[in-house]
């Protein structure tokens, strides 16, 4: 069985504390992503990575940043945690030939 | 700009009552539409992937149709375990990231 695992299910951290995400696929896709997802608003995309160490904006990067030093791992990184980054944060990873995305379970970020 | 929009945005419906889902989408050349089931606090499940105008995919209780504009997802007899948010995204022809673009979701309720 293909395997998305996302290092936490909860998380509840401070007001400017800086924040890693961690994400490990285990099928070998070149490509993977961190979308957030609130409510009304969708899952939205913040960053991806087609290849190690490379990476790419998505349409909200405004306060996170992300690390990609193994083609397993990904890593979305919170700079100075705002209360407006409060969301469930999904990690996907794909192969394109196989056009086909596997998700996380999800990581519910509160910021306090 | 490539949009998706589903609709309706919640649907309740009585166990054995039919029904359907939509997704519109716009897209500069569509490289593949997909359907996810999301339950409360997880991640996406992927259910199907469609590639082009006609195709029709099946899995138990549902089916996946493609137009050029649009797809819907046919419940035929839900039951109360299929609740669920249902998700639509695409994939365009112009990505070789395997980006997906996705709706905000149909959250469907089975009643028993």
């Known amino acids: 069985d293909v395997k998305v695992t996302q290092s936490s299910r909860y998380l509840v951290k401070r007001t400017g504390e800086k924040v890693f995400l961690e994400c490990v696929q285990d099928?070998?896709?070149?490509?993977m992503f961190w979308y957030r997802q609130d409510p009304g608003l969708g899952l939205r995309l913040i960053y991806f990575?087609?290849?190690?160490?490379?990476?790419e904006k998505g349409d909200i990067p405004e306060g996170y940043s992300v690390s990609r030093e193994k083609k397993e791992r990904f890593s979305l990184i919170l700079e100075s945690a705002s209360t407006n980054q409060t969301s469930m944060y999904l990690c996907?990873?794909?192969?394109?030939?196989?056009?086909?995305?596997?998700f996380g379970q999800g990581t519910r970020l509160t910021v306090v | 700009e490539d949009q998706v929009t589903q609709s309706p945005e919640a649907l309740r419906l009585q166990e054995g009552e039919s029904s359907s889902l939509n997704c519109s989408y716009t897209?500069?050349?569509?490289?593949?539409l997909f359907w996810y089931r999301q339950d409360p606090g997880k991640g996406p499940e992927f259910l199907f992937t469609?590639?082009?105008a006609g195709e029709e995919k099946e899995k138990e209780r549902l089916k996946a149709t493609l137009t050029k504009k649009e797809s819907f997802l046919h419940i035929t007899a839900p039951k109360p375990e299929d609740s669920a948010t249902y998700l639509c995204a695409v994939q365009a022809a112009s990505s070789n990231t395997g980006k997906l673009i996705f709706g905000q979701g149909t959250t469907l309720q089975v009643k028993p």
């Open positions: 990575s087609y290849d190690v160490k490379m990476k």
């Open positions: 897209v500069s050349g569509l490289r593949g």
């Open positions: 099928m070998d896709h070149e490509n």
């Open positions: 996907a990873s794909i192969r394109p030939s196989q056009r086909q995305a596997f």
């Open positions: 469609l590639y082009s």
